[in-house]
């Protein structure tokens, strides 16, 4: 059974740095990637940053990230980390961890942590 377990989240005002990670615990057999994703009420998830987990390791990062996040991957603790500095109230949010899997052409899964919440004051 595959777990994702995010920490790191918690309450800091603007300009000020956390790091959120996400332990996976069980086997996912296919390629697969990783990513963090955010959520606010009334609004849609939506992705943050995205790692392969392949040799090639491509990054992917939502606009509004703008140089300030940097997501990182920790082999020997089975782990992704988001680096997150020079946050704004607008960053403001439920962090959800994501491993992408995709088992056959045509038959992929999503798993997902139970979410840590980010808060930014000003």
């Known amino acids: 059974q595959v777990q994702l377990v995010e920490s790191g989240g918690g309450s800091v005002q603007t300009g000020e740095s956390l790091r959120l990670s996400c332990v996976v615990s069980?086997?996912?057999?296919?390629?697969?990637?990783m990513a963090w994703y955010r959520q606010t009420p009334g609004k849609s998830r939506e992705l943050v940053a995205s790692l392969s987990m392949d040799s090639d390791s491509r990054t992917r990062y939502g606009r509004f990230v703008k140089g300030r996040f940097s997501i990182s991957k920790d082999d020997t603790n089975n782990a992704i980390h988001l680096q997150m500095d020079w946050l704004k109230p607008e960053d403001t949010a439920v962090y959800y961890c994501?491993?992408?899997?995709?088992?056959?052409?045509?038959?992929?899964?999503?798993?997902w942590g139970q979410g840590t919440q980010v808060t930014v004051s000003t």
């Open positions: 069980g086997h996912i057999a296919g390629p697969k990637i």
């Open positions: 994501n491993a992408h899997e995709k088992r056959s052409p045509v038959n992929e899964f999503d798993y």
